[in-house]
């Protein structure tokens, strides 16, 4: 009989082994009754061990569910829309945004471009970041929450899935050799990571770039980040870069949410069915 998987075997914990993952549904909740109808008293050892497993398993991914979402950017406040630029480089500190849009209710951005000659346009509108370069390459874009305050953001918590990450939607990226550098700054060090940002021109579909912060960095507090420096690197002329957010973690699905609830239900009815009958 197929069941309604609920864990995949990358999702699942260490816990479960020996238990196999095709017994982690909502049918376990309803196996010691049946058997129990059938004539037979609590379940067999091997049953009760996947039901305790399984459980423990939802009860974790369930908190895990719960993990925080960091804002740093949603691009929703502080809208801007600068055309035609020519000058190198060129600079914009944004402050006394709203700190849920925006981490720290500060945004700085520079733009360099090599040579200083060709036209390029910046905006922030309606939750999107733009870069386009009109005539322009060799195009460096830098964004910067806590340029001038400390963000004392705290990034320990920022789970998505099992991974904790920072995550940046990539609306548009129209022309080939575009890279994002990550920079984290704490008080017990700094570290950056390289990512490619590929073309999406033929696909048209947005997609995201994630920054694992146990893998790509090392050396810095996750509890305290100070500062975060995002380097988008345009090289081609005529490139146009559009970003959507930047957040650390994921906002947990209800369905996901619903794990606690069903593992501590699936554990209280292991326990009762392992009593003795009276």
Not at 125 to 136: K, L, P, Q, V, W
Not at 212 to 237: E, H
Not at 259 to 265: R, V
Request: charged share 20%; hydrophobic share 40%.
């Amino acid at each position: 009989m197929a069941h309604n998987l609920l864990l995949s075997e990358a999702q699942a914990p260490a816990i479960i082994v020996d238990a196999p993952l095709e017994w982690c549904s909502l049918d376990l909740f309803f196996w010691p009754r049946r058997e129990a109808q059938g004539g037979r008293s609590g379940m067999r050892g091997k049953t009760r061990r996947a039901v305790r497993a399984c459980g423990v398993a939802w009860v974790a991914l369930g908190l895990r569910a719960n993990a925080a979402l960091v804002v740093i950017d949603t691009f929703m406040d502080g809208e801007f829309y600068d055309n035609n630029i020519t000058t190198s480089p060129y600079t914009r500190n944004q402050t006394g945004l709203d700190p849920i849009e925006v981490l720290g209710g500060e945004r700085y951005l520079q733009i360099t471009k090599t040579p200083p000659t060709g036209r390029y346009s910046v905006s922030v509108a309606d939750g999107i970041f733009t870069y386009g370069a009109i005539n322009a390459a060799n195009g460096v874009i830098n964004l910067v929450w806590g340029n001038s305050t400390p963000l004392n953001a705290d990034f320990s918590d920022a789970y998505a899935g099992d991974l904790r990450v920072i995550r940046i939607g990539i609306l548009q990226v129209d022309h080939d050799e575009v890279t994002a550098s990550l920079q984290l700054t704490t008080g017990s060090g700094t570290d950056s990571a390289l990512k490619s940002l590929p073309n999406n021109t033929l696909s048209g579909e947005p997609y995201e770039v994630w920054f694992n912060l146990d893998t790509d960095f090392s050396g810095i507090d996750l509890t305290d980040v100070d500062q975060i420096t995002l380097t988008i690197n345009a090289p081609q002329n005529g490139t146009d870069v559009l970003l959507q957010f930047l957040h650390g973690g994921k906002t947990p699905e209800p369905q996901t949410l619903s794990l606690l609830f069903l593992g501590a239900l699936l554990l209280r009815r292991r326990r009762r069915s392992a009593r003795p009958a009276c």
